[in-house]
């Protein structure tokens, strides 16, 4: 059964933050907070928890389209092919934000990744988020943890979260109620930004 820890984030307590990472570093599953809607995650570099990810999702993991949870854009580097300076500023005026970005991913990509021609990138805006990716000291691979009620798609208040996921997770961490609108989708990997989904984030950022 998970373990459910409270977290602020106004003042995220290191202790708690360092629990949640030993949990990922030892292949766990862990639902955290975001700056858009919980997120079901794992530690990018972990094959096994990748696998179990997958499974929950029902999907193949060559066939899974999750975003990178990054701490701040010094990371894109490591995964990324070099981005010219227009898709630079795009990202520099709306990281950290309620936004994903596929980008062109570089040979680096973690071997569970190594095929991938693209990554979607995220730097949320919630310190809960960005301290365990900066702790863990590499992004986290990120899925969305939507709802099977239609009315409703994503729940936001973690005790229900817990309620549903206790049984298939390692930790749910209690950052306070989530949104219930996902990140804004938007594709920079070729000439034109293409707009794949209108989340959260307003596409201003773009012109």
Aim: contains cysteine; glycine residues 6%; neutral net charge.
């Amino acid at each position: 059964m998970a373990e459910f820890i409270r977290i602020y984030e106004d003042n995220p307590n290191q202790a708690q933050i360092d629990k949640v990472v030993k949990v990922l570093r030892n292949g766990g599953l862990i639902i955290y907070p975001t700056d858009t809607v919980y997120g079901l995650g794992c530690d990018i570099t972990n094959s096994k928890a990748l696998e179990k990810i997958a499974r929950i999702k029902g999907i193949k993991l060559a066939k899974a389209n999750w975003s990178f949870i990054c701490y701040d854009l010094s990371n894109l580097s490591d995964y990324v092919r070099q981005i010219d300076t227009s898709t630079f500023k795009i990202l520099k005026r709306s990281l950290p934000g309620p936004y994903t970005f596929i980008l062109p991913g570089n040979t680096n990509l973690p071997k569970d990744f190594k095929k991938r021609k693209t990554v979607g990138i995220r730097v949320p805006d919630n310190t809960i988020a960005r301290m365990l990716v900066k702790t863990l000291g590499n992004p986290i691979v990120s899925t969305s943890i939507r709802d099977d009620d239609d009315v409703l798609e994503y729940t936001t208040d973690p005790e229900l979260i817990f309620e549903k996921w206790q049984n298939l997770v390692d930790v749910v961490v209690d950052g306070g109620y989530g949104d219930n609108v996902a990140s804004t989708i938007i594709d920079l990997s070729n000439f034109e930004p293409e707009i794949i989904r209108e989340g959260k984030g307003t596409t201003d950022i773009l012109w």
